[in-house]
């Protein structure tokens, strides 16, 4: 199947560690992707993990990977007011002669000052 | 270097009319995405060009929605005519040539959007 699946709506506190949680069912899957969506803009490309790996870091940025579970985790570090926004997570299936991604619903993360 | 631009930024019509949304991918890039986000839910895959060939159109939801890619640079999705359910946001992404290995990442790059609503 192609399903992914996020919580829609997480908030935090200024300068607290975010969360953000994402299962897949594809475990054919060779990257995982986390973009973001600021208001009235487009999606931007976080970062992003090969299947190989459990975990990648990037500055305030920690993806985790769990294989066994089909689970991708984004932790951002001292949360900021500017990382309020939607976040989704899309897996790259493996395979075939197209390139789409399957999107998740997105997860709001609101950060309270 | 210019990113993913689309056109227009909003649209609202009357369900039975017609729209045409534009997209001008980055420059040089030969892959071209369609996505839509509903009401909230998740982004869906629509259809994928490759210059101007259509590579996958399974994400299309019914014969009321035309994708064109004349020449290969920008693309155009029509929908004729316009029912209350295709109401949302419509993506347009770039990307470049697929390589094989781990080194390349797929990124593909995303414009802003057009929020279409139909009434």
């Known amino acids: 199947g192609e399903d992914v699946e996020q919580s829609l709506f997480l908030s935090v506190r200024e300068g607290d560690s975010s969360v953000i949680n994402c299962t897949y069912t594809?475990?054919?899957?060779?990257?995982l992707y986390w973009y973001k969506q600021e208001p009235g803009a487009g999606l931007q490309l976080l970062t992003y993990?090969?299947?190989?790996?459990d975990m990648k870091q990037d500055q305030r940025l920690t993806v985790l990977l769990n294989k066994k579970d089909k689970h991708l985790s984004l932790r951002i570090a001292d949360t900021q007011t500017g990382d309020s926004a939607i976040y989704f997570c899309a897996e790259f299936p493996r395979g075939g002669a197209t390139n789409k991604l399957i999107f998740g619903t997105g997860t709001l993360l609101a950060v309270q000052p | 270097e210019a990113g993913v631009t689309q056109f227009p930024s909003h649209s609202v019509i009357e369900k039975g009319q017609t729209v045409t949304l534009r997209c001008d991918p980055i420059s040089g890039h030969d892959n071209l995405y369609w996505y839509r986000r509903v009401m909230g839910k998740e982004i869906k895959f629509l259809l994928h060009f490759v210059k101007e060939s259509k590579q996958d159109e399974s994400g299309m939801p019914n014969n009321r929605f035309l994708a064109e890619r004349t020449g290969g640079t920008y693309s155009t999705l029509k929908v004729q005519p316009a029912e209350l359910e295709d109401s949302g946001v419509y993506f347009c992404?770039?990307?470049?040539?697929?390589?094989?290995?781990?080194?390349?990442?797929?990124?593909?790059?995303f414009g802003p959007g057009t929020r279409l609503t139909v009434l």
């Open positions: 992404a770039s990307s470049q040539v697929r390589t094989s290995g781990r080194g390349y990442s797929n990124e593909q790059f």
């Open positions: 594809d475990s054919s899957s060779t990257y």
């Open positions: 993990i090969f299947s190989n790996m």
